[in-house]
């Protein structure tokens, strides 16, 4: 009987002994592979940071590492301190190394005032005041009619030159709000004043009420070639209007609208 006890004691200790030094020989593997390679102390990713993410949260999620040489990343960050006021410009996953080249200022980070360009379209930008842009109430993402408003070179029979205006797009995507310095324009949720805009920092969850200094606004579409040409076109030699038009919105009974209409 004692000498079953002994032998499971026994047994016992020698797993012991044999799991401790499992678990040291894995634990020193890293460093064993390191043996006779260069290698560089490096800022890695420990936990997942999204994008808009400022340098202290950045600190926060990451740590240094050794890395060899020859595996390191172009503009790897060595310093915390030399972020500044910059933000990650896209999200960052555990397990890469902290690059110079993915961080922005945080003036150039549009964050949720950019919308990815669909397939096929391409983007153009118009600098429009804020009457024109539904009291500045237009966010990335939103979709809004377009209004193309001429006046002819020429006067007609009665003297009268014959200026139109037309609804000629519906539900134009807006991929980009900005306001006239290039800072991303956001509107808040239940916040429209006289300007109806916000400049919204994603970083901190907060948002504070800016009007731009010349009251213009930067709205990005995504249009067909064709499109964009008529649009172009107008904001060169006429104007441009945009409406906010939702997917629910109507879109019969638009036509044009000249002198000899307007009153019908």
């Known amino acids: 009987m004692k000498t079953r006890l002994l032998g499971g004691i026994a047994a016992l200790i020698v797993a012991i002994i044999g799991t401790v030094l499992l678990v040291s020989y894995v634990q020193n593997a890293d460093k064993r592979a390191m043996a006779g390679t260069e290698t560089e102390s490096v800022y890695v990713v420990q936990q997942a940071i999204p994008a808009g993410a400022t340098a202290d949260k950045i600190a926060a999620s990451v740590s240094r ?107 134009v995507l807006v991929t980009a709000a900005q306001f006239s310095d290039g800072a991303a324009a956001q509107t808040a949720a239940g916040t429209a004043g006289t300007a109806g805009t916000t400049q919204a920092s994603s970083t901190t969850g907060s948002s504070s009420t800016k009007v731009p200094s010349d009251r213009t606004y930067l709205i990005t579409l995504a249009r067909n070639s064709a499109d964009a040409e008529r649009i172009v076109f107008a904001a060169e030699f006429g104007k441009v209007y945009l409406s906010k038009e939702p997917q629910n919105a109507a879109e019969t009974g638009a036509s044009y609208v000249d002198s000899s209409r307007l009153f019908r």
Request: proline letters at 5%.
């Open 65 to 171: 590492k050794e890395v060899p040489k020859a595996a390191l990343a172009s503009n790897t960050v060595t310093d915390l301190a030399s972020l500044g006021s910059k933000v990650a410009a896209v999200a960052l996953v555990p397990g890469e190394q902290l690059i110079s080249s993915r961080m922005v200022d945080e003036q150039s980070f549009l964050g949720p005032s950019r919308v990815q360009v669909p397939a096929g379209l391409q983007e153009l930008t118009l600098k429009l005041p804020i009457e024109r842009v539904a009291g500045g109430k237009v966010n990335a993402g939103d979709t809004v009619g377009v209004f193309l408003s001429l006046e002819s070179a020429t006067a007609g029979a009665n003297g009268q030159k014959a200026s139109k205006t037309q609804l000629s797009f519906h539900k």
